[in-house]
C-alpha cells in the first residue's frame, strides 16, 4: 500500500479544484430545476438527481489515487474549494464533503483497496447514497417525509451516484487505461 | 481570532445543531453572526445573496416536507432557521478567513504535516489557470466540432491527464527549492494562539450547551 507524498497531495488538490470548476456551471441548472420542482414540493428532487455530478471527484479520486483515504480527500478538498469560492452553504458545505468522502471510500475500503472495477465502483456509490441519505434524514428532516416519497428520493440519488460516481468514472478509467495512465490490469 | 479554533468551533456548532431541534438558539446563532458581519463589513450585496438564496431553498424545503411529509410545525421552523446558521456562520467564517491564513494556522497550531500545508497551497495558487484550462479545453474540442458536457468521459480524461502533469511539474519545482518532505521546517509567519482565544471558544461553547439543553423550546 503506498503512502502520501506530496505529488499526489497535490494531484488529488488540482483535480477537487478542476471539479469545482466544472460542477460550477451546474450551479444555474440546481436552481433553475429547484425552482421548478418546487412549487409542486418537489424541490429536494433536484437535490438528489444532480447529487452525482457533486460527490463525484470521491470515486474518481479512489479511483486513480489508489491510496486509502484519497476519496475522501479528495471529495473533502471540492467541498472547501466550494466554501471559499463561491459557496455559500458554509460549514455545512465541509461536514457534507466529509460525509460524501467517507461514503465513497467505504466502498474502497470494503473491498480492501485491492478491486477497482464495476463491483467496487457500485459498492461505493451505494455506500455513498447510504451515509449522505441518513445525513440528509438529520440534517434536513428527510425522515419525517412519507415513507413512498423517502423511497423515491432514495432511489433518484442512488441512480445518480452510480451514474456519475460509477459508470462515468469507469468510463474515464477505461480512457486512462487506454493512454496507459492506469494499470491495464485494472478490473 | 486563530483560524484553526475558529474552524473547529463553527463545524462543532453546525453538527451540534444538526442533531438538536431548538429554534430559539437557532435564531440566536443566526443573529449573532449577522452581527459579525455587519462589524467585520461584509457587503451588502453578498449579505443579500447570503440571506435570498437561503430563504429560498429553506421555503421550498419546508413547503416540500409540510406537503410530502408529516412533520411538526415546531421541527419545519427548526428545519428553516437551520438553514439560515449554516449559511451564515459559512458566511462569518470565510468573510474573515483568509485560505492562507487557515493552512498556516492548520500547519502550526494543528500539526497538520507540512506536506499537506503545502501540497494545498501550491495547488491551490492554481486556481486561475485551472479555470482557464477548462475553457481551453473546452475551446479546444469545439473547434474539432465536439461539444464537451458534464457527462463527457472526455473532458474528465483531459484534466485528470493536466493535473497529472501540473502536479509532476509543481512537486519537482518544490524539491528543487529545498522542500522535503518530513523535515523539520521554521516559520517566516506565526500564527498566534492567545490565550483569549481559548476562553472566547469555551464561552461561546459553553453559551450553545447551556441554550441547547436547558429546555427552551
New interface residues.
Given amino acids: 500500500m503506498k503512502g502520501w507524498h506530496v505529488r499526489d497531495i497535490i494531484f488529488v488538490t488540482i483535480l477537487a479544484i478542476f471539479m469545482g470548476t466544472i460542477f460550477f456551471v451546474t450551479g444555474p441548472l440546481y436552481t433553475v430545476l429547484a425552482a421548478a420542482l418546487a412549487p409542486a414540493g418537489l424541490q429536494p428532487l433536484a437535490n438528489e438527481l444532480l447529487l452525482g455530478i457533486w460527490v463525484m471527484a470521491g470515486p474518481l479520486a479512489g479511483f486513480i489515487i489508489r491510496i486509502p483515504g484519497s476519496a475522501t480527500l479528495g471529495e473533502f478538498l471540492g467541498a472547501v474549494v466550494e466554501m471559499f469560492f463561491g459557496g455559500i452553504w458554509g460549514a455545512s458545505t465541509l461536514i457534507s464533503g466529509a460525509l460524501q468522502g467517507i461514503g465513497s471510500e467505504l466502498g474502497f475500503a470494503l473491498t480492501g483497496y485491492k478491486h477497482y472495477g464495476w463491483f467496487t465502483l457500485a459498492l461505493s456509490s451505494l455506500t455513498t447514497a447510504i451515509v449522505t441519505f441518513g445525513w440528509d434524514m438529520i440534517k434536513n428532516g428527510y425522515a419525517s417525509y412519507h415513507l413512498g416519497f423517502m423511497a423515491l428520493l432514495f432511489v433518484v440519488r442512488l441512480l445518480s451516484i452510480f451514474f456519475f460516481g460509477g459508470v462515468l468514472t469507469k468510463l474515464i478509467a477505461n480512457l486512462l487505461v487506454r493512454a496507459h495512465v492506469l494499470p491495464s490490469a485494472a478490473h | 481570532m486563530n483560524p484553526t479554533l475558529k474552524l473547529a468551533l ?2 462543532i ?3 451540534e445543531i ?2 438538536t431541534q431548538v429554534w430559539t438558539v437557532n435564531v440566536v446563532l443566526l443573529v449573532v453572526c449577522f452581527i459579525l458581519m455587519i462589524a467585520y463589513r461584509v457587503k451588502i450585496k453578498r449579505l443579500l ?2 440571506t435570498l ?2 430563504l ?2 429553506a ?3 419546508v ?9 411538526s410545525a415546531h ?2 421552523i427548526v ?1 428553516f432557521t ?1 438553514m439560515f446558521v ?6 462569518v ?2 468573510q474573515t478567513t483568509e ?1 492562507l491564513m487557515l493552512t498556516r494556522s492548520l500547519e502550526q497550531n494543528a500539526k497538520l504535516p507540512s ?2 500545508a ?3 497551497l ?3 495558487n ?2 486561475p489557470k ?2 482557464t ?2 475553457a481551453t479545453i473546452r475551446a479546444a474540442a469545439l473547434m474539432r466540432g465536439q461539444v464537451l458536457h ?2 463527457s ?5 483531459k ?6 502533469n ?3 511539474q ?2 519537482s519545482a ?2 528543487s527549492h529545498g ?1 522535503v ?1 518530513g523535515a523539520p521546517r521554521t516559520h517566516a509567519v506565526r500564527v498566534p494562539l492567545p490565550t483569549w482565544n481559548w476562553w472566547a471558544c469555551a464561552v461561546s461553547l459553553l453559551a450553545v450547551q447551556l441554550g441547547l439543553f436547558l429546555g427552551l423550546p
Wanted: net charge neutral; glycine share 6%; aromatic share 24%.
Fill in positions: 463553527v463545524l456548532i453546525a453538527l444538526s442533531f445573496w447570503l438564496v437561503p429560498f431553498f421555503t421550498a424545503l413547503w416540500s416536507l409540510s406537503l410530502q411529509g408529516s412533520a421541527f419545519l428545519i437551520r449554516y449559511v451564515y456562520m459559512g458566511g467564517f470565510t485560505p506536506k499537506f503545502y501540497g494545498f501550491a495547488a491551490f492554481l486556481m485551472i479555470r484550462e477548462v458534464v457527462w468521459p472526455q473532458l474528465y480524461f484534466v485528470i491527464l493536466v493535473a497529472m501540473w502536479s509532476d509543481l512537486a518544490m524539491a522542500f518532505e
